[in-house]
């Protein structure tokens, strides 16, 4: 009807608020997409977030060939410089390279094993693996934070348009909002009992949380209280 209209040089009523709409969406889903999508992510929002693991990561270097070189790997979200400039492993298997410190590895036994299995091959060979437990858990996205998600998904339903993306990102914030629940009934019954939290409830907590990709605004507390129990105990 657009299209007639424009031929036609005649104004359609609805036709000013559709273009006012799709450009409000095309807004939401490019600041989204820079919330959630890795640096050197060439999936589209979607295919990232209905992704059964990470989405393949590639920039260019100076020559105009592809790297990996300061990029996040699966294990990671690219947020933070001193993940991507330690050194990297790759898995024997699917080929995937990453970071030393984000699958639970020293560089001592990145040099010293003859062959690596990374978590995900590890799981899909049912075996355990080598340098966990916990494995770590792999990270689709930058994990943004439950309260930018938040604001994200108020803006969305303003835009009063369902997107399949939408959908998604809610089911995410979702799971936060759980973790963080239970996180705070756990916190609220250890105080009850003049105890602190032990280690391994808490260990556990956080495995969880680091598994949610909307990161849950009280997981960073918690773990500083992980580094500082341990700390005292050193």
Known sequence: PGAEAEALDVTVPEESTVADKVSS??????????????????????????????????????????????LACSYC???????????????????RWYHGPCVSMSKAAADSVDTYLCPECAKLANLQYAFGPPAPAAKRTRRPRLRLVSTLLDE?????????EVAMIKELQAQAVTWQERAKEVQARAAEAGTPLDA????????????????????????LSQERALAMHE
């Open 25 to 70: 969406m095309d807004r939401w889903l490019k600041k989204a997409g820079t919330a959630f999508l890795k640096r050197g992510c060439a999936a589209t929002l979607l295919e990232c977030l209905t992704a059964s693991t990470p989405p393949e990561l590639t920039a260019l270097d100076e020559e105009g060939n592809s790297s990996s070189a300061g």
């Open 77 to 95: 979200t690219g947020n933070d410089p001193t993940e991507t400039s330690q050194f990297m492993v790759g898995c024997d298997t699917c080929e």
């Open 156 to 164: 969305a339903d303003e835009i009063g348009v369902e997107m399949p």
């Open 200 to 223: 391994v409830t808490l260990e556990a907590l956080l495995v969880e949380g680091d598994a949610c990709e909307v990161e849950p605004e009280s997981l960073a507390p918690l773990r």
